[in-house]
């Protein structure tokens, strides 16, 4: 099993910034490929950023692209996403997930192939 706890979410201006961190356990965290998904209020949850298990391949929905950015360190067993220019539309619950399965070069965007899942953190946007 691979547990996955979230932090860094929190109350930011139109604009600003956030870095999420997602601490993993698990030996086999290096060849996981990551993912960051959101869900508002009343809202499926949502793909935002995945990554491959290396680091070398990174997708990113509409929304996030240009803005944010999805990286890992192996050694630290810990996976980021940095939001820039945040918007009030960014506002969700932030979770996120582990893809043992993956491809080495591609990267899932459904949530159904995630493994597993930490608790999320809240991110809320004002404007």
């Known amino acids: 099993q691979v547990q996955l706890v979230e932090s860094g979410g929190g109350l930011v201006q139109a604009g600003g910034s956030l870095r999420l961190s997602c601490a993993a356990s698990?030996?086999?965290?290096?060849?996981?490929?990551m993912g960051w998904f959101r869900q508002a209020p009343g809202k499926e949850r949502e793909f935002v950023a995945a990554i491959t298990w290396n680091g070398q391949y990174t997708y990113y929905t509409d929304s996030a692209e240009g803005r944010f950015t999805i990286s890992r360190d192996n050694d630290k067993n810990t996976v980021y996403l940095q939001m820039n220019s945040l918007k009030p539309e960014d506002t969700a619950v932030y979770y996120c997930?582990?893809?043992?399965?993956?491809?080495?070069?591609?990267?899932?965007?459904?949530?159904?192939?995630?493994?597993?899942w930490g608790q999320g953190t809240q991110v809320t946007v004002s404007s």
């Open positions: 698990g030996r086999t965290f290096v060849r996981y490929a």
């Open positions: 997930a582990a893809d043992r399965t993956a491809s080495p070069t591609t990267v899932a965007t459904m949530r159904q192939l995630y493994d597993y």
